[in-house]
């Protein structure tokens, strides 16, 4: 089993390299606010190459390992909420993984709504190389305005890590 996660986690880190440089934006710039429920417009953009969302380049990335086509995930899978919410209860699509090359690094994000501020799982990004305290990840990053490759000094800020159980 573990040769199978490493061959799955280098293609995907192979899949989510080859987006490197392409636009990243954040979600909300064109679905808007969808903190509670994917619509059918997030799964309209965000899948490039035009532009990615974080979650976006990871939808991006698996179905090019799996050699299925973006348009066949499912909505409710749509966000980076959706994926560890999975991991964390169901486990169909996304499973708890240890920090790993190849895992998905969830990170938190707060978000305020009507005057409440709420952490959740909100970027997420693969694993490229783990070192003693933190790990290299590849991410939309849309500050940046693109794909890029960061260095996290610590996993402070970090929701925990899932794969996908495909």
Known sequence: MAEIADTFGAELIAAT??????????????????????????LDDGFGPENFDCS???????????????????LDLRHVRDMWGD??????????APVE??????????????DMTYVVPGHI?????????????IHANAPEGKVIES???????VYGTIRPTA
């Open 151 to 157: 260095r996290l000094m610590t996993f402070s800020g």
């Open 101 to 114: 090359r190849g895992s998905l690094l969830v990170m938190r994000r707060k978000h305020t709504v009507d």
């Open 17 to 42: 390299r080859s987006y490197m440089g392409q636009p990243a934006v954040h979600h909300y710039e064109f679905a808007g606010n969808c903190l509670e429920q994917a619509s059918p417009r997030c």
């Open 56 to 74: 976006g380049l990871i939808i991006r990335a698996v179905s090019d390992v799996l050699g299925k086509r973006v348009e066949d995930w499912p």
């Open 87 to 96: 991991s964390q209860v169901e486990a169909t699509a996304f499973e708890p």
């Open 125 to 137: 990004g693969v694993v490229t190389q783990v070192f003693r305290s933190g790990a290299y990840y």
